[in-house]
């Protein structure tokens, strides 16, 4: 059935451009006081890694790259990140891909979480990757979110960090300097604080291939699509005749950087992960976090989580394991 | 800050407009270019009214600089019935099975569907709700929209049969 409008509603007027005061163009008052756009800043779009590394080290000039601008668009629009300069990546076919070379596994900064789901390569060598880019922010994010702007953001609410400790990754940055690797171990320092310095571009991520047969889990507790974690944990391991032979677990959103939870891993190893050892590590992993009090609950609360995250992530490792 | 030009297709249709580094596309299709199928729900990349397809995915396009947008290829809800006006089946089917209410959501949640079936044509109830999660509606409850992407892709699946 068609019905037709009154002829009020006809004639309403729904085109922005037409509608005074209304629109948030340039030139309109409305746009500057408007709190979600973002400061003025100028735009470069270079076309090699070293026409991007002269950008990003113009002397005076506070410059930013953009990669998927997930994390950066919705910071600027608050005005919490007022880059003078922004350098987009989205050019640089060189900073995308996956590939394994010489017993791990070598990706493109610029991959998004969407190719990382979708990689079959992944899927054989490394799980953990896929089952983690799936619990991240929601489709339209994944298609723009790069597992480099993941890494460097800083934020610790981001969740492929704590993949990446426990996978013992290193990081590939490149400056005016030249090339350098940084474990992941040893790359963050604080919120928004990573050992990349000013004028360095992440350019590829290793990951040694874990061993053939290992378990895997990626346990994230969130309020609702698109949340950033409660509690997260990581669990990667390696059982031999019903013995754990190797494991390592860190966290995600319980510190002011993931945590990698050292003692809790090695409570693992020798033992065959019965449910006293899983408790004990869940017991060694709480006792490193140190959240803070937000929307997603109090402290005790959140500690609580991440023993449960824990627990539920090595028992799923564990039965994964072959 | 000096404006840029810029260059892109939208809805088939070259467009060149000059903005500012820090437009938002979003605002360019709605403010400059008339576009207003694309709506701006929260502005804080959650509610997915905003959504385009872009080079092929799906984005949000309050979350994209319009010059991050030069070279790209964009659709709106605008761009998916026929020359004739004629409905898109998600278009049909969204009004068949009641897949709104209030409407404010839907130019994003059938872009978005349109982009998911382009990517898999057979999809089960999960997947689909799984392939929705960045879109938000307040009105519906969701169980008409999954219904609807639901018709519309056995209506699209039968159309390519026909026609092979
Ligand atoms: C609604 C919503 C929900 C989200 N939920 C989650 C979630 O649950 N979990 C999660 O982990 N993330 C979440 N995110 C963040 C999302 O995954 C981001 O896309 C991602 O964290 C950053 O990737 P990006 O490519 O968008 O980086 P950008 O936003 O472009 O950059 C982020 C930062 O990293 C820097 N940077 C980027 N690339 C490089 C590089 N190659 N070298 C050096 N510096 C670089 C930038 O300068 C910037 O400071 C969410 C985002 C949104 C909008
Ligand atoms: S307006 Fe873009 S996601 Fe809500
Ligand atoms: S129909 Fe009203 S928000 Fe979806």
Known sequence: MRFSLPAKWEKAETDPRKIEGRTRSPGNELWEECELIPAPFAYHRPQSLQEAIGLLTQPGQHARVVAGGHSLIPMMKLRLAKPEQLIDLQDLSELRGIRSESGAMVIGAMTTQHELIGSELLAASCPIIRETSLVIADPQVRYCGTLGGNLANGDPGNDMPAVMLALGAVYRAQGAQGERDIPARDFYRGIYSTALLDGEILTAIHIPIPAEGHGWAYEKQKRKVGDYATAAAAVVMTMASGICTQAAIALTNLADTPLLAQHAGEALVGSGVDEAVITEAARRAQGITSPSADVRGPVDFRVHVAGVMVRRAIARAKQRAR | ?164
Do not use: W
């Open chain 2, 1 to 164: 800050m000096a404006k840029m030009h810029i260059k892109l297709t939208v809805n088939n249709r070259a467009v060149e407009a000059l903005a500012e580094p820090r437009l938002l596309l979003i605002h360019l299709l709605r403010e400059e270019l008339g576009i207003t199928g694309p709506h701006i729900g929260c502005d804080t990349s959650h509610c997915g009214a905003c959504t385009v397809d872009m080079n092929g995915k799906s984005v949000k396009s309050c979350t994209v600089f319009a010059v991050q947008a030069s070279g790209a290829e964009i659709t709106t809800v605008e761009g998916l019935a026929g020359a004739d006006g004629s409905l898109h089946p998600l278009q049909e089917a969204f009004r068949e099975h009641h897949g709104l209410q209030c409407g404010f959501c839907t130019p994003g949640m059938i872009i978005r569907a349109y982009r998911m079936l382009q990517e898999n044509p057979n999809q089960s109830e999960a997947e689909i709700r799984h392939g929705i999660s960045g879109n938000l509606c307040r009105c519906t409850g969701y169980l008409t929209i999954v219904r609807a992407i639901r018709a519309a892709a056995e209506q699209m699946n039968r159309a390519r049969e026909a026609a092979e």
